[in-house]
């Protein structure tokens, strides 16, 4: 939903379980970046990368 160069915010399914530090591509094909889960409220959750993209 929305993108910054320290994290992101994400919509997902509101049932899917998602651990603290995860990998994400936001783009098809990419290479993930390891983020961590900062916060959630049902389908909206806030991650931080923890490395440089």
Known sequence: M????DGAR????SG???PKRF???LVPN?????CERVWRN???M???FTEPG
């Open 42 to 44: 049902g389908e909206m």
């Open 23 to 25: 990998g994400v591509a």
């Open 46 to 48: 806030g991650i931080r």
């Open 10 to 13: 994400l919509v997902i399914a």
């Open 16 to 18: 899917l379980t998602v």
């Open 2 to 5: 929305d993108i910054s160069h």
């Open 30 to 34: 990419s290479t993930p970046r390891e």
